[in-house]
């Protein structure tokens, strides 16, 4: 029997997103599930600042503060909840580009370049330093965790189809099997609505015949 995802893994699809298609309310639910099934304060922070890289900071920033106003509410109610570890901190010599263009060619599994990326340097250079640099550099997640919340909050956007299935590849390389794709549909479809789980239906099923 092939691995399945973790009862934490399961967990990150729904906050993720929602967090990207800006429900506060569900977002607020999955939250709350995403702390009883043992993801950490810092766990859940790291993917509600990653949202950013894909849907924007006001939604980002809005899930914050719905995370934030959660946790102060549960603490009056007497509920205490893990912090977790932090991110280990980045070398003294860390160049955010470097790093970027590093992590980047390892998660994808060889350089990226091409015409978009010549025709807008800038937009490949914050993808290598933000993204790939800041964000993926700091490791309070994996990268497969990384992955995983990158799948539910693309999967929760209308128009991203390429991305998605970009992103598909990028799991795979980190281990995310067939069977875990599998599997985030199905929650993709019962924890956040049937035509998010069906998108993500729909790329996979790209993704796989192109990977043939």
Same mark, same amino acid.
């Given at each position: 029997?092939?691995?399945?995802?973790?009862?934490?893994?399961?967990?990150?699809?729904?906050?993720?997103?929602?967090?990207?298609?800006?429900?506060?309310?569900?977002?607020?639910?999955?939250?709350?599930?995403?702390?009883?099934?043992?993801?950490?304060?810092?766990?859940?922070?790291?993917?509600?600042?990653?949202?950013?890289?894909?849907?924007?900071?006001?939604?980002?920033?809005?899930?914050?503060?719905?995370?934030?106003?959660?946790?102060?509410?549960?603490?009056?109610?007497?509920?205490?909840?893990? *912090? $977790?570890?932090? +991110? =280990?901190?980045?070398?003294?010599?860390?160049? %955010? &580009?470097? @790093? #970027?263009?590093?992590?980047?060619?390892?998660?994808?599994?060889?350089?990226?370049?091409?015409?978009?990326?010549?025709?807008?340097?800038?937009?490949?250079?914050?993808?290598?330093?933000?993204?790939?640099?800041?964000?993926?550099?700091?490791?309070?997640?994996?990268?497969?965790?990384?992955?995983?919340?990158?799948?539910?909050?693309?999967?929760?956007? *209308? $128009?991203?189809? +390429? =991305?998605?299935?970009?992103?598909?590849?990028? %799991? &795979?390389? @980190? #281990?995310?099997?067939?069977?875990?794709?599998?599997?985030?549909?199905?929650?993709?479809?019962?924890?956040?609505?049937?035509?998010?789980?069906?998108?993500?239906?729909?790329?996979?099923?790209?993704?796989?015949?192109?990977?043939?």
């Amino acid at each position: 029997m092939e691995d399945s995802l973790s009862q934490q893994q399961q967990a990150i699809i729904p906050i993720a997103a929602f967090a990207a298609s800006g429900d506060m309310d569900k977002l607020n639910q999955a939250l709350v599930h995403g702390l009883e099934q043992g993801l950490t304060i810092n766990q859940i922070k790291a993917i509600l600042v990653q949202s950013y890289a894909y849907a924007g900071f006001p939604r980002s920033l809005n899930a914050l503060t719905t995370f934030m106003q959660l946790l102060e509410q549960r603490k009056v109610k007497g509920i205490i909840d893990a *912090e $977790g570890g932090n +991110s =280990q901190a980045l070398p003294q010599d860390y160049q %955010a &580009k470097i @790093q #970027g263009t590093e992590n980047q060619t390892q998660l994808v599994g060889q350089p990226v370049k091409g015409p978009l990326f010549e025709f807008s340097p800038e937009i490949d250079e914050y993808l290598k330093a933000h993204l790939f640099g800041d964000i993926f550099s700091r490791d309070v997640l994996s990268w497969q965790e990384r992955e995983i919340a990158t799948l539910g909050m693309l999967a929760s956007m *209308e $128009g991203v189809g +390429s =991305q998605l299935q970009s992103h598909l590849g990028i %799991a &795979k390389n @980190q #281990g995310i099997t067939s069977h875990n794709f599998e599997e985030i549909e199905k929650i993709l479809t019962e924890k956040v609505n049937l035509k998010i789980g069906q998108r993500f239906k729909k790329a996979n099923a790209i993704f796989q015949d192109q990977s043939h």
